[in-house]
């Protein structure tokens, strides 16, 4: 019988992700504080946006940090800037996070 240990990222009483290690469901956790707080500052300049709108928003900021600090840096889009709704394989690949949906 085999011993796995997993670490869960739980969010206002419900899990939201399983991870195999610590260091990625420290940085899963961080991106959720990141969402939260756009989610919440979103909420306060917008407030005619409705709050899945702002959470979603939000979410996506948090996801494309890297993509969005290049944009406040240098007013330009990232060289090889991913498509929201593609899985092109010549795309530069991402830094994955290995994870498994909580039961």
């Not at 939260?36 to 909420?43: K, P, S």
């Not at 494309?64 to 010549?90: F, G, M, N, W, Y």
Request: no cysteine; net charge negative.
């Amino acid at each position: 019988m085999a011993v796995e240990t997993k670490y869960v990222v739980v969010r206002k009483g419900e899990e939201k992700m399983t991870f195999a290690n610590k260091k990625d469901a420290d940085a899963w956790d961080k991106m959720l504080d990141m969402a939260d707080a756009f989610t919440d500052w979103l909420q306060q300049h917008q407030p005619e946006m409705n709050e899945a709108q702002a959470e979603a928003l939000g979410m996506l900021l948090a996801e494309q940090k890297e993509a969005v600090q290049h944009i406040l840096r240098t007013s330009k889009l990232p060289e090889s800037a991913p498509a929201a709704a593609t899985d092109d394989a010549s795309a530069a690949p991402e830094k994955k996070v290995r994870a498994v949906k909580a039961a």
